[in-house]
């Protein structure tokens, strides 16, 4: 598929396409359309791997972490020991996410709860919720 009809697959703009690109996060193949500016075109391959650029870059990998696994991933380097260390690194990541927003959740409703009461006492501290 063309840049376009990638772009629709992986619901991306084409600049953070071309990006990806650029920064060797996807490879296209190229054809031999396109004269002296060859046609980029995409397998459905590509449509997970730039799925998962994105999950990564949700669970805060850096750019360069990215790049790392799936340069390691396409070289077939992976392991099922190293898939499962790189799994568990991902979960992990959550679960301490999740536990910074379930700690502002709780801050927030308190504060809610709070002021639905008519502000008695203390309000509720940020600095009590470990967020």
Known sequence: MLISEFARATDL?????RFYIAKGLLKP?????GGS???QTFRRDDVTAARM???QQTLGYSLGEILALNEEYRAGEQS????????QKQIARLEER???????????HGKVEWIKAGKPDDAPRLEDYQC
């Open 37 to 39: 500016n060859p046609y």
């Open 53 to 55: 650029i994105r999950l």
């Open 80 to 87: 099922s020991e190293r898939t499962i260390a790189v799994l």
């Open 13 to 17: 703009p084409v600049d953070t396409i």
């Open 29 to 33: 193949e190229r054809s031999a359309k």
């Open 98 to 108: 999740k536990a910074a927003l379930d700690a502002a959740l709780s801050f927030l």
